[in-house]
């Protein structure tokens, strides 16, 4: 006897397939990052879900999907060098942080790479290379926990590991 029921393939799932996606970073301050994740937390959310939806939201909608206030920009028809110095003053600092930050990373490099090549010569400065370990710690602690809107220590730290950067070989 001829079975009659037609044959049919094994439905097979298809292959996952990741999903292009591209990281993206911000600077928050950690106590802000904190309290944002807790709350998320506490709704049952976690928080680079919640970020993901809002960017998800702004792209599909072409809006912000709640009221945000913009950043205060001065009108520069009223005050043209008054008021936006201020701002960009501001600006700057921001930078000059960034730009410490970046100064600090290449004295540790630099310091690590004098302290390799003094440990392979044949008699050693030990209080040089101290110094130099001891420089080199305290440059990594302040890149670790440096407040960069305290203007004056990003500039006293600015000053001293850039006159330290300086010194010759």
Avoid at 22 to 31: E, G
Avoid at 41 to 64: C, H, K, M, P, T
Avoid at 93 to 103: N, P
């Amino acid at each position: 006897m001829v079975d009659s029921k037609p044959k049919t393939k094994p439905v097979v799932a298809p292959a996952k397939k990741e999903p292009d996606s591209n990281l993206v970073r911000f600077r928050v301050d950690k106590d802000l990052k904190d309290a944002a994740a807790d709350a998320c937390d506490a709704l049952g959310f976690d928080l680079n879900d919640v970020l993901r939806s809002v960017v998800r939201r702004i792209a599909n909608e072409r809006a912000i999907p709640f009221q945000v206030n913009p950043p205060a920009r001065p009108d520069p028809t009223k005050a043209p060098f008054t008021e936006y110095g201020a701002y960009l003053d501001k600006d700057l600092a921001h930078l000059k942080a960034e730009l410490t930050l970046s100064l600090l990373a290449t004295f540790i490099a630099d310091r690590a790479k004098r302290l390799a090549e003094e440990r392979d010569k044949p008699k050693p400065n030990v209080k040089l290379r101290q110094r130099w370990e001891r420089e080199m710690r305290e440059a990594a602690g302040y890149h670790r926990t440096l407040n960069t809107r305290d203007l004056a220590l990003v500039e006293r730290v600015d000053a001293k590991y850039r006159a330290l950067l300086a010194e010759p070989r």
